[in-house]
């Protein structure tokens, strides 16, 4: 079955301090995105569509572009690769954009803006964050299972294994109940300590977290179907009052799914990964994730380069 990974690869990288995306952190300069292309293909999928700003589109198709000329899926077909630009002006005719904004408008946007090269079941994935190779053969699996519509999917990390020393994180706080999920809270800033305890300060008073709970890392599945719901989603976010005045507020893709489910409109099951997620929230971090990166090499998860 085809089957597209939309890599959403846009975001700024302020706290990280630059493009993450493109921070060639593996033990031959391999960005992360290289590693979910090779484990996505290796568990089926025929398709991948880079979300991107315009301004690095050149950067990404030298590091990873390129490189999959000639690359053919698990059938033996020429891997499809597409280029979709999130920027201000796939925005609606009506939404006036306030003086100062530059930080895209966020996730739910991100997706949308690569309706026009999706028509088959697809996965989304963060381009800086690393799932495991087990995490695409499930999501795979799963996608071919989804009806046309009223159905997605999700593989959910546990918190302790998606937060970081060396900075406050986001993650969409997931209530799952016999492997579906019931609903999803986005906290923005989460705070891990020395002691291992965790805590959302973003009020101001530390709110503790289970370390156990599931969270969403942005990695999702969903069929066509869902374009409209995010396009109305969307819209219904920019007519706002937040996203008329605040030239930081985002449209987050857990949010988005959260609404989908109070209404009714959308079942989710949450699958899980043996595997554990690494991303690269702050530069801090990029050692960390470089250790890790060369280990699997050396274990024979990876080939010595994923560029030959």
């Known amino acids: 079955m085809n089957a597209a990974l939309v890599i959403m690869a846009a975001g700024l990288g ?20 290289e590693y979910s292309i ?18 690095i589109l050149g950067l990404v198709r030298t590091l990873c572009g390129d490189s999959l000329r000639g690359k053919t899926t698990r059938g033996g077909k020429p891997l499809e690769v597409c280029y979709a630009f999130q920027d201000f002006e796939s925005l609606p005719a009506f939404y006036t954009l306030p003086a100062g904004r530059t930080k895209p408008f966020g996730t739910t946007h991100a997706v949308l ?12 994935i963060n381009a800086d964050d690393y799932y495991g190779v087990d995490a695409y053969r499930a999501m795979y699996d799963e996608l071919c299972r989804l009806p ?4 997605a999917t999700m593989v959910g990390y546990l918190l302790k294994n998606t937060v970081s ?5 986001s993650r969409g706080i997931c209530r799952v109940e016999n492997g579906e999920l019931t609903g999803v809270k986005e906290a923005l800033k989460i705070q891990l300590y020395p002691d291992g ?13 289970d370390p156990d709970t599931p969270v969403s890392m942005n990695f999702w599945g969903f069929t066509p179907a869902i374009f409209d719901e995010l396009e109305t989603y969307f819209e219904a976010f920019l007519r706002s009052d937040d996203a008329k005045t605040n030239i930081k507020a985002e449209c987050l893709l857990p949010l988005m799914v959260g609404e989908e ?35 699997l090499h050396e274990s024979g998860v990876y080939p010595p380069s994923l560029r030959d």
């Open 14 to 33: 302020s706290r990280y301090g630059g493009n993450k995306q493109v921070d060639g952190v593996g033990p031959n300069g391999e960005v992360l995105m």
């Open 261 to 295: 489910l109070k209404a009714g409109r959308m079942t989710v099951s949450v699958l899980h990964s043996k595997d554990l997620w690494f991303g690269m929230t702050y530069r801090e971090d990029r050692g960390r994730v470089a250790e890790d990166l060369r280990r």
């Open 165 to 169: 020393l060396n900075g406050t994180v």
């Open 197 to 209: 305890h965790i805590a959302d300060i973003a009020d101001g008073t530390p709110r503790p977290l």
């Open 38 to 55: 090779h484990d996505a293909i290796r568990a089926g999928f025929t398709k991948v569509v880079f979300i991107v700003k315009p301004e």
């Open 113 to 124: 803006c690569a309706r026009d090269y999706v028509n088959e079941p697809f996965c989304v």
């Open 148 to 151: 046309q519509s009223g159905r």
